[in-house]
């Protein structure tokens, strides 16, 4: 089971595999620090802001529906 803080970081590694992207282009693209990516990346967030949640998504150029269709966030797989 992961947490929901790894499971973020799990889902954007995920996407940029997926999608080519360096995490500097995905920091560029959100509109967030790089600095608070990697925080994010290395799980030193402990709770992570939906508004940023939001704007990972949108740097993906995806709704955050999109962003998190996937197992990693369903209830069953999540220690909350």
Not at 4 to 19: G, T
Not at 24 to 30: E, H, P, Q
């Amino acid at each position: 089971m992961n947490n929901v803080n790894h499971a973020l970081a799990l889902r954007i590694e995920e996407l940029l595999k997926s999608k080519n992207m360096t995490k500097y282009r995905l920091a560029l693209n959100s509109g967030i620090t790089h600095s608070t990516l990697k925080n994010i990346m290395h799980e030193t967030v402990k709770d992570n802001l939906l508004s940023t949640v939001i704007l990972i998504a949108s740097g993906f150029d995806m709704t955050v529906s999109e962003f998190l269709d996937t197992p990693l966030f369903n209830e069953e797989n999540l220690n909350i």
